[in-house]
């Protein structure tokens, strides 16, 4: 079983920048990926990027392509979500996720493959 735990967020104007961190525990050689998502109260949960653990290969979403960068450090088993120029509607709950399928090499932001969550960090973005 794996867990992850999410920790970074936090309030800050718009153009500032925030690392978050997501820590797995558990039995993390069985995870495949593992992905960012964010939600806002009352709307769907939106992939923002994922890490392929073993080949290191990234995907982002087209809103964040450019500004976020998300990367790993096996040792630590930690992968980190460096967010920068950050706008007003990157506002949301941030939750990682981790997925032993290999359908997240191919479907890197389906929430819907990824069965571990945090339980989420916020991130406040004002204008």
């Known amino acids: 079983q794996v867990h992850t735990v999410e920790s970074g967020g936090g309030s800050v104007q718009a153009g500032g920048s925030l690392r978050l961190s997501c820590a797995a525990s558990?039995?993390?050689?069985?995870?495949?990926?593992v992905g960012w998502f964010r939600q806002e109260p009352g709307k769907v949960r939106e992939g923002v990027a994922r890490i392929h653990t073993q080949s290191g290969g990234t995907y982002y979403a087209d809103a964040v392509k450019g500004r976020f960068t998300i990367s790993q450090d096996n040792a630590a088993n930690t992968v980190y979500l460096e967010m920068n120029n950050l706008k007003p509607e990157d506002t949301a709950m941030y939750y990682c996720?981790?997925?032993?399928?290999?359908?997240?090499?191919?479907?890197?932001?389906?929430?819907?493959?990824?069965?571990?969550w945090g339980q989420g960090t916020q991130v406040t973005v004002s204008s």
């Open positions: 996720a981790a997925a032993s399928l290999v359908r997240c090499y191919l479907e890197p932001l389906n929430p819907y493959i990824y069965p571990t």
């Open positions: 558990g039995d993390t050689k069985i995870i495949a990926c």
